[in-house]
């Protein structure tokens, strides 16, 4: 995959392309760059996505962070992974949000030779959402491409869509998450140096830094797995500001206890994996409850991942 971050020529290509935010790339935008990349396979084009950072509803509603079910680099990675061969990732401002969808489409077609556009049904683009796909059928017709539509995918509930994702994750409900990414919902961070009051009481933590826009589930206590260099190991996660310990710190911490592990990991970068919420965060009475309820968090948390999938990427 070649990631592009400005527009950049590539001429004498047959190439297919879609648009969107794709913030999370779930199983329906999954669905749908799959097959792309299947179709221009076999037809020896190119494959392309085009997307967007900042996300046009934070930018046009003014939306607050943490927003991000994935960062930009995430979303590159899954495109990698569905075998995606070009990433043109545009930063997104009010003056392309005012563009007529014309513009927007001579933009990208004097750098790229779009013969197919691979699109959701509801997909819209230029100002006021204007460019349907019907406009953009007849955008098409002028201008040398045909436009694919693909049908939405369905849970019982109907449309998997982004924003209930961003639900399910600020609430903590992971299994949904889980089914409508086809991975584990993850954080990446850096490894920081935290108060070690967990050292003292017998369960050193690993505390992360993690980029401000990324979501992070409500505060409590979860099965996680944690890769670091390239290894998957079994943890338990409190997200939240640790009231037993009177911190007048009101921003939510991510600390990590990594079963039966006792290394060295500061400064190291490293990705954290979701599976189950064990409890909601709580203040308790004494340091001694305290402990005792992570010895139980921690072999409720070995339960839980005793029976799910070691797995860092896309599950199929």
């Known amino acids: 995959m070649n990631h592009i971050d400005e527009v950049h020529t590539t001429k004498n290509q047959v190439v297919y392309a879609t648009i969107g935010a794709f913030d999370g790339v779930h199983i329906g935008h999954q669905h749908l760059v799959r097959s792309m990349v299947k179709q221009a396979q076999k037809n020896s084009a190119r494959s392309l996505v085009i997307t967007f950072h900042p996300h ?39 003056k392309m949000s005012g563009m007529d969808p014309d513009q927007f489409m001579d933009m990208i077609l004097d750098q790229f030779p779009i013969n197919q556009l691979w699109l959701g049904k509801d997909f819209a683009l230029g100002k006021k959402r204007s460019g349907n796909l019907t406009v953009l059928r007849e955008i098409g017709k002028k201008k040398g491409f045909s436009i694919i539509d693909c049908p939405h995918v369905e849970d019982v509930n109907g449309k998997i869509s982004s924003s209930e994702i961003r639900n399910w994750i600020i609430n903590g409900n992971f299994p949904p998450t889980t089914r409508a990414l086809n991975r584990y919902y993850s954080l990446e961070g850096k490894v920081i140096y935290g108060d070690a009051r967990g050292r003292k009481i017998g369960f050193p933590t690993a505390n992360l830094k ?51 592990f006792d290394e060295d990991i500061y400064k190291k970068q490293v990705q954290l994996h979701f599976i189950e919420n064990i409890r909601i965060e709580k203040k308790f009475n004494s340091i001694d409850e305290l402990i005792n309820q992570i010895q139980r968090d921690a072999r409720r948390a070995e339960e839980i991942l005793n029976n799910v999938k070691k797995q860092t990427g896309l599950f199929t």
């Open 56 to 94: 046009p509803a934070v930018l046009l509603r003014s939306l607050s962070l943490p927003f991000y079910i994935t960062t930009p680099p995430e979303k590159q990675s899954i495109f990698y992974e569905l075998g995606v061969d070009f990433v043109l990732d545009l930063k997104f401002t009010k």
């Open 210 to 260: 993690v980029w401000e826009g990324k979501l992070l589930p409500k505060p409590g206590v979860y099965a996680t797995w944690i890769t670091i260099d390239n290894k998957t190991l079994p943890s338990v996660t409190n997200v939240g500001i640790r009231p037993t310990f009177e911190s007048t710190d009101t921003t939510p911490q991510v600390e990590v206890h990594i079963l039966d």
